[in-house]
Nanobody
């Protein structure tokens, strides 16, 4: 499954950004989509995930209440709305999927190795 992540940029602390994950060839409604991020010198960490079976959502504790993952069926995208951004949110953000499951909770939603298809990443920089 080919994915493309977009929407990154430079934003001031407290600001907002909306990232999108899209595919020109696959209907994303049929796939779980996870968002991960990797800051310089740090390991890749899970941010959020949305299931395809029931659109159930999962969030890392560090972003819960600030980030929202959702599907836009008309646009065939999965968005990550990020509000109240902090400098520690600075990272390259990736979307990913695992075609073998339709529920993020299977195999553990936050395990990066459980996702087999990855987009190219989009850089988010939170700085004044």
């Amino acid at each position: 499954v080919q994915l493309q992540a977009s929407g990154g940029g430079l934003v001031q602390p407290g600001g907002s950004l909306r990232l999108s994950c899209s595919s020109s060839r696959f209907n994303l409604r049929n796939y779980i989509i996870g968002w991960f991020r990797q800051a310089p010198g740090k390991e890749r960490e899970a941010v959020s995930c949305i299931s395809s079976s029931d659109d159930s959502t999962y969030y890392a504790g560090s972003v819960k209440g600030r980030f929202t993952i959702s599907r836009d069926y008309a646009k065939n995208t999965v968005s990550l709305e990020m509000n109240s951004l902090k400098p520690e949110d600075t990272a390259v953000y990736y979307c990913a999927t695992d075609p073998s499951r339709n529920y993020c909770g299977t195999k553990g939603w936050a395990v990066a190795s459980g996702f087999v298809s990855w987009g190219q990443g989009t850089l988010v920089t939170v700085s004044s």
